[in-house]
């Protein structure tokens, strides 16, 4: 009030109350399970304030929420009503190339998950969940590839495979990295052949 007081004595308007700014959330994780609680264990496991995470329930939403913005990480569960968890990975990495994405599921699926790392899924983790550290392990590594992606860019241009430490841990999911460097690799072979081929026109 008294500043509004003193505003009014200067024949100027008070100055407006700015209000609070909420914090951009800089890591944005999808769920895909038609399990509510499996999405919510999720966000209570990963949600922070720097850290967003989005529930799907079936592979339809999980697309048009994929359209209208990237995601760093998705968790995508291979049995789906619907479409299925293949199918949707196969959609969503037209989608966004460049996504992280991780299936899931609690059931024997040998041939689907060969079938989803053959169109690109970065790993997969069996529910129940029993080593929540794994969860852990992966959200770190796909937020080190988001945060330093150039770098990483650069190591697999140079054709190196390097170990990062994790949290206190050398443990790295070093099979989701791994996949994303050779995936980077084979990107730049295919770009350096493109190139030589336009020098010959």
């Known amino acids: 009030m008294a500043e509004e007081e003193k505003a009014r004595k200067r024949g100027r308007q008070p100055k407006a109350q700015k209000a609070e700014e909420q914090p951009q959330k800089s890591f944005k994780v999808l769920v895909v399970d038609d399990d509510q609680e499996i999405g919510y264990m999720f966000q209570r496991l990963l949600g922070g304030p720097q850290t967003s995470v989005t529930i799907a329930r079936d592979g339809y939403e999980a697309l048009e929420m994929i359209k209208a913005e990237p995601y760093n990480l998705i968790f995508l569960d291979v049995r789906l009503p619907g479409m299925d968890g293949v199918q949707t990975l196969e959609e969503i990495k037209k989608l966004r190339p460049d996504s992280i994405v991780v ?3 609690g059931y024997s699926v040998e041939e689907e998950i060969k079938r ?6 970065q790993d997969f983790i069996a529910k129940p969940f029993e080593d929540i550290d794994e969860i852990m392990t ?3 590594v796909a937020r080190y590839l988001s945060l330093h992606e150039l770098t990483v860019r650069r190591l697999a241009r140079d054709g190196e495979i390097p170990a990062f430490k994790i949290g206190r841990q050398w443990r790295v999911k070093k ?11 084979m990107r730049n072979v295919q770009e350096r052949g493109a190139q030589e081929r ?3 026109e």
């Open 138 to 140: 992966i959200e770190e």
């Open 198 to 200: 336009e020098g010959k």
């Open 116 to 121: 989803a790392m053959a169109l690109g899924a």
């Open 175 to 185: 099979a989701l990295l791994d996949r994303w460097i050779e995936r980077e690799a």
């Open 103 to 105: 299936m899931m599921s």
